[in-house]
């Protein structure tokens, strides 16, 4: 196998016609550098080691790697994956194989924020409700559906990395009396420059009209909203979800809704997915549903691309990449050794271009 820097793109980044599925995902920035590239030839899940051994990245979407995908395989070096969440794949089976994982905050920030946005307005506005009425012809009851407004009400975040700084941003025009933050990493200092008050996760749940969650799914965070916390929640409050599923527990929100803990909520996002097709959420009125793809425009497809080329790009040049999740493998030999040769492989295909004619 040729020891030139090789890049995979997993299975089903591939459409009809044996290009990227997705317009301008960034793959000429390899073509441009001379860096080869394929795709997978299927898309597995999880994914094996025998697609892996013969690459030094991979640009993956949502496959998961778990320990037997790294089994065996010493030449990789970068899993570079498209958006920010990381659960599905064994980031301690990645350090251990000397295997770097990257995200894309910088691209996903603004379309998630916007598409939170989208959700918590549709609530207020009770758009899918009102879609009903005229096409069922009921005219005479949209004055039952009143909707409200963000303004002068509480809006809680649980989480304010990248996408939660946006939203607190995209809510400023539509002036909600206060924004309340729960997130242990943020700082006082912080929190005041956005104007924003931080306040344990209790008195967020209880005072908040709106609850949005922007938090990464880890063991800390696995249902960290259950039946104990729907219940801390306003009767007229709302619930938007488009961080992970299993952050909020399915069932207990099913409760929550069909009982009137609160007044609805906005999910992008299932611990099963798709879910069952007798699913009770499928079914309650009280709540806007999405296919985990509420974020997904244009733009963040081709951000994501372009931040993930960027990414197997630096790495050929060996480079440490942005974004690197595991950063405790930036320390262990094995990758040093990596990055080492293909410094030393760059450095030689730069100086026989240089001596082209």
């Given at each position: 196998m040729p020891d030139d820097f090789?890049?995979?793109?997993?299975a089903d980044l591939?459409?009809?016609?044996g290009g990227?599925?997705?317009d301008d995902f960034g793959v000429d920035l390899l073509d441009e550098a001379g860096v080869y590239h394929a795709?997978?030839?299927?898309?597995?899940?999880?994914?094996t080691p025998d697609q892996l051994e013969d690459f030094d990245a991979v640009i993956s979407m949502g496959q998961?790697?778990?320990q037997d995908s790294f089994a065996g395989v010493g030449r990789l070096a970068l899993v570079a994956r498209t958006g920010v969440?990381?659960?599905?794949?064994?980031?301690?089976?990645a350090t251990e194989a000397d295997v770097m994982v990257t995200i894309t905050p910088e691209a996903t920030r603004r379309p998630v924020a916007s598409a939170t946005m989208a959700l918590m307005l549709g609530l207020c506005h009770r758009v899918t409700i009102k879609d009903d009425i005229v096409r069922n012809d009921d005219w005479d009851i949209r004055f039952d559906?009143?909707?409200?407004?963000?303004?002068g009400r509480v809006v809680g975040l649980l989480g304010m990395g990248m996408i939660g700084r946006e939203v607190v941003r995209m809510l400023a025009p539509f002036e909600p009396s206060e924004i309340l933050v729960s997130d242990p990493a943020v700082s006082a200092e912080e929190a005041a420059q956005l104007g924003v008050t931080l306040v344990d996760r209790e008195t967020l749940l209880r005072r908040s009209t709106f609850v949005t969650?922007?938090?990464p799914l880890n063991a800390h965070t696995r249902y960290l909203i259950g039946s104990r916390e729907l219940r801390m929640m306003r009767e007229d409050a709302y619930l938007v979800n488009t961080a992970r599923g299993a952050i909020v527990d399915q069932k207990a929100l099913e409760q929550a809704l069909q009982e009137g803990w609160i007044a609805g909520a906005a999910i992008d996002v299932f611990e099963q997915e798709p879910p069952d097709a007798d699913d009770p959420l499928l079914s309650l009125p009280n709540v806007i549903l999405a296919p985990h793809a509420s974020c997904w425009t244009h733009e963040l497809f081709r951000d994501i691309g372009h931040d993930c080329m960027k990414a197997a790009l630096a790495v050929s040049r060996g480079e440490e990449p942005p974004y690197v999740v595991n950063r405790a493998v930036l320390e262990r030999p094995g990758l040093k050794k990596k990055l080492e040769k293909f410094r030393t492989q760059h450095a030689d295909k730069t100086l026989k271009g240089r001596k082209c004619p």
């Open positions: 090789r890049v995979a793109l997993v591939r459409g009809p016609d990227v599925v997705f795709f997978l030839e299927e898309d597995r899940w999880p994914v998961p790697y778990t969440g990381y659960d599905m794949i064994d980031m301690d089976a559906h009143m909707g409200f407004e963000i303004r969650i922007h938090c």
